[in-house]
């Protein structure tokens, strides 16, 4: 009996272009590790920079400036760079088979995942637009509690396991079904015009779904931190991302990403307990939770572990933390249980 390979590894054991050639799959390797290690060069010469600075008057209580702008520009690449890497896997699944006749085909994925990037956009300044209308309305430490919420929820969908169990059995699944279906149906010059069309409509929808999940989850570190925070974190999340996918769709290199989809998962978890210990505080400022003190682990939490990981000396924001934590790693024991 033929052995069941999981998507995830078809896709890290042969090059997107079958019928193309692999050319240096270690140098590119070489590159992506690169690229991930000045990640981690960038986080310690920050933490060395800024990271023993002082919160602004000794209260925990007061979001940090100027030092907290570091880790969050940092948060935003992560998670921009989690979601490039999650399309560009989707799109170098339908793509893989075709031979080099179908770039026609090729190109109309491309074009659909330009056009989805511009809706992205679009989708961006839609709502920046609303949320600003209700600003005038709303009290601006209520709407950046809610949309930290909703970011937290995007975050949780993001990690959870179940969802990227599901995501690779049935999301990547249901995009190449979709492809054979379209290649099968070109039989006529009707049935060309509809492939190129499909073929596009994939591109869009692979690309837009990550798109949409940026959108709402930067709208919580816009609000609380700027644009310009979201713009520098977003362009660094895009250079890595456009560094896999050049190595991916142009040198045809073979890349681990798996291991990239994991090292990232990690770092998206240290995301998410800051995350958690953020909107705790947003919460506790809106008068949305209570605000108990613990006198005795403010002399022993360090400032900057407040600016970095928001661990700041109260019980709800250390409890939202903890079960923060104990979800996303429950659902990972369920996952590897369920496996077994």
Known sequence: MNAIV?????????????AAPVRGPRKGHRLVWVC???????????????????????????????????PAILNVSVLVFREGLECVLVLAAITASMAKTERPYRRAVAVGAGIAFVATLATWHVAVRILDD?????????IQAATGLLAILVLLLVMNWFFHKAYWTGWISFHNKRKRDLLQSESSEAG??????????????????EGFEVVLFLQSYRL?????????????GVAFSGIVAILTFVAHSRLPYRKMMVFTGLMLAVVLLVMVGE?????????WLPTTY???????????????????????????????????????????????
């Open 6 to 18: 999981s998507p995830e590894k078809k896709i890290e054991d042969r090059p997107p272009d079958a």
């Open 36 to 70: 991930l290690a000045g990640i981690l060069l960038l986080l310690a010469i920050a933490f060395f920079r800024y990271g023993h600075g002082a919160m602004p008057g000794g209260n925990f209580l007061v979001s940090p400036s100027g030092a907290g702008d570091t």
């Open 134 to 142: 209700l600003a005038n309305s709303i009290s601006a430490l209520t």
């Open 192 to 209: 060309g015009a509809k492939l190129l069309w499909g073929m596009a409509l994939l591109g869009f929808t692979s690309f837009y779904r």
């Open 224 to 236: 609380r931190l700027g644009g310009a925070v979201v713009l520098w974190g977003a362009v660094l």
């Open 279 to 287: 909107q705790a505080q947003e919460m506790q400022l809106a008068h």
């Open 294 to 340: 613990l006198p005795r682990l403010a002399n022993v939490i360090p400032p900057w572990m407040g600016v970095w990981l928001s661990i700041f000396p109260t019980v709800e924001t250390l409890v939202a933390q903890l079960l923060a934590g104990i979800l996303v790693f429950g659902s990972y024991l369920t996952a590897q249980s369920s496996h077994t």
